[in-house]
């Protein structure tokens, strides 16, 4: 579900005043109907680099105002990604004690990043990393990497 909507009645202003904004901004000529019909998914741009422009000037990444991604912000992704990695790293020669603390911590995190969704979501989410763990675990039992 595109955000454009919820981005703009946050900010507190018209269609109007967003395109004038947008095109001030980054040269974009776009009518506040075409931005209307963008809002209400009736139609989509023909140039989709449109969304990079959109995304920019609401200080998110194009995957959260398109409705694809629960994290606001390409730093914010990035970040998630550098403290899985990290955890994964500290995780290679850890007792399976320390791994499950670890999952707790990791919980902590994806609980934040997810804290939109519907809790039978997040269960899942967490069951699925704990999953992996359990799978990474006994791979590395039978000698494998």
Do not use: C
Request: glycine share 4%; net charge neutral.
């Amino acid at each position: 579900m595109l955000r454009l909507k919820e981005l703009r009645t946050k900010k507190g202003i018209s269609l109007n005043k967003l395109s004038k904004e947008l095109e001030k901004k980054y040269g974009l000529v776009v009518s506040d109907s075409q931005l209307s019909f963008y809002e209400n998914e009736k139609r989509r741009p023909r140039d989709e680099t449109i969304w990079n422009d959109i995304a920019d000037y609401f200080g998110v990444w194009v995957p959260y105002l398109l409705g694809n991604s629960k994290i606001r912000t390409e730093e914010q992704a990035e970040k998630l990604a550098e403290n899985i990695s990290e955890l994964n790293s500290s995780l290679a020669n850890r007792s399976w004690e320390h791994k499950l603390g670890t999952i707790d911590e990791l919980e902590n995190q994806l609980l934040f990043y997810f804290r939109e969704l519907p809790d039978t979501y997040k269960k899942f989410a967490l069951k699925s990393i704990e999953n992996i763990f359990i799978l990474k675990e006994e791979n590395d039992d039978k000698g494998g990497k």
